[in-house]
T-cell receptor
Framework: ETGVTQTPRHLVMGMTNKKSLKCEQH?????MYWYKQSAKKPLELMFV???????ENNSVPSRFSPECPNSSHLFLHLHTLQPEDSALYLC????????????FGPGTRLTVL | DAKTTQPPSMDCAEGRAANLPCNHS???????VYWYRQIHSQGPQYIIH???NNETNEMASLIITEDRKSSTLILPHATLRDTAVYYC?????????????FGTGTRLQVFP
């Protein structure tokens, strides 16, 4: 238990669906991150938020839309995804964006049909 | 960003020390070496980090060569629960945002 929770843990969606992934951290951290882990590929950083403000967008397609309403919650809104977007989506948090240690959630396993 | 090179897999007997090497020959003076691991079906877990000096915590030891071109993560007494993928990451400390750039890591298999 890292103090970072993600829901749902598994999600299957069609290409025309709209869904959202939720991340919540109970650590009092100020920075939150979305990563994507595809099969047989390294983890890829997608977005970084610091004090609710987006500080990094790693050239992510617009069909992925992040939202950070407060420092404890992070969402990833999904719409018109492609089968190649199937992956494990991981959320992480850290005290600050320059902190050594990031705490990761268990991830959401997404399958796009 | 500096890149790292790790062996794709290693085996270690339970109770023995696991020594995981990492090459980072293009590392810059202000870049830190971080180690994370990812146990199957879980998110990555921070292990340790260092800049120049050797570091030790309750999980592991990090040995960085004097020229900083390579490092070794040491798990002193490996257990079956240490079976995981271990990532060596060189992290640039910048003004705006530090980024963890994960590679493919080393898959460590601890056997009884």
């Amino acid at each position: 238990e890292t103090g970072v929770t993600q829901t749902p843990r598994h999600l299957v969606m069609g290409m025309t669906n709209k869904k959202s992934l939720k991340c919540e951290q109970h650590l009092g951290h100020n920075a939150m991150y979305w990563y994507k882990q595809s099969a047989k590929k390294p983890l890829e950083l997608m977005f970084v938020y610091n004090f609710k403000e987006q500080t990094e967008n790693n050239s992510v397609p617009s069909r992925f839309s992040p939202e950070c309403p407060n420092s404890s919650h992070l969402f990833l809104h999904l719409h018109t995804l492609q089968p190649e977007d199937s992956a494990l989506y991981l959320c992480a948090s850290s005290q600050g964006v320059r902190d050594a240690e990031q705490f990761f959630g268990p991830g959401t396993r997404l399958t796009v049909l | 960003d500096a890149k790292t090179t790790q062996p794709p897999s290693m085996d270690c007997a339970e109770g023995r020390a696991a020594n995981l090497p990492c090459n980072h020959s293009t590392i810059s003076g202000n870049e830190y070496v971080y180690w994370y691991r990812q146990i199957h079906s879980q998110g990555p877990q921070y292990i340790i980090h260092g800049l120049k000096n050797n570091e030790t915590n309750e999980m592991a030891s990090l040995i960085i060569t004097e020229d900083r071109k390579s490092s070794t993560l040491i798990l002193p007494h490996a257990t079956l629960r240490d079976t995981a993928v271990y990532y060596c990451i060189v992290r640039l400390r910048s003004y705006n945002t530090d980024k963890l750039i994960f590679g493919t890591g080393t898959r460590l298999q601890v056997f009884p």
